[in-house]
Nanobody, 125 residues
Framework: QVQLVESGGGLVQAGGSLRLSCAAS????????MGWFRQAPGKEREFVAG????????YYADSVKGRFTISRDNAKNTVYLQMNSLKPEDTAVYYC??????????????????WGQGTQVTVSS
């Protein structure tokens, strides 16, 4: 089992930037993929970005491609989500998650094994 703690959320104006961090503990961090998901009020949870164990492969939802960047520092057991050009529709609770699968389906929330508690991101217009 992996323990995940997100940080970095907050209130920002449209066009601004935030960087989310997710610190992991409990298993060798470099052995599993990581993902970021979000859930807005009244909406289903949706995939935002994913990254493989080494950081060599990254995946993005079309809605954030070109604006968000996922990265990881295996020495610090941390995954990041750099969010630029934020829009009001990016407002949501953001969750990081760990995927232990041998061939992880990074876009599929149900394939993840452990989740953080979430951090609120609010983008004002």
């Amino acid at each position: 089992q992996v323990q995940l703690v997100e940080s970095g959320g907050g209130l920002v104006q449209a066009g601004g930037s935030l960087r989310l961090s997710c610190a992991a503990s409990g298993r060798t961090f470099s052995s599993y993929a990581m993902g970021w998901f979000r859930q807005a009020p009244g909406k289903e949870r949706e995939f935002v970005a994913g990254i493989n164990w080494s950081g060599g492969s990254t995946y993005y939802a079309d809605s954030v491609k070109g604006r968000f960047t996922i990265s990881r520092d295996n020495a610090k057991n941390t995954v990041y989500l750099q969010m630029n050009s934020l829009k009001p529709e990016d407002t949501a609770v953001y969750y990081c998650a760990a995927n232990m699968g041998r061939f992880p389906q990074v876009r599929v929330g149900a394939s993840y094994n452990d989740w953080g508690q979430g951090t609120q991101v609010t983008v004002s217009s």
